[in-house]
């Protein structure tokens, strides 16, 4: 799963490092998340009625979104934060 995404030198084994992995995907997806809002995902289409339901469920579906890019690899800010975890942690 993220040890395709991570090399080696880096990859996760502690439940302490999976812990901190899966804070950097999560932190990853809320930046996606608030690019593709940016960007005009999840704004309603003219043909629906809108509404706040439809407002409701479009930031649900950003949200899946980007939670779906992050642990398919991102855009590589996962790995960098972790990464960065690490190395703070072994000083």
Do not use: C
Request: hydrophobic share 45%; charged share 15%; no cysteine.
């Amino acid at each position: 799963m993220y040890v395709s995404l991570v090399s080696s030198s880096i990859a996760p084994t502690s439940s302490q490092n999976e812990r901190m992995w899966q804070a950097a995907q999560k932190l990853e997806a809320v930046f996606l998340a608030e690019m593709l809002k940016q960007a005009g995902f999840g704004q309603p289409i003219e043909g629906f009625g809108g509404g706040v339901g439809e407002d409701q469920f479009a930031s649900l579906l950003v949200n899946h979104q980007a939670q779906a890019l992050a642990k398919s690899g991102g855009v590589g800010l996962a790995e960098k934060i972790f990464k960065s975890m690490v190395d703070h942690t072994n000083e």
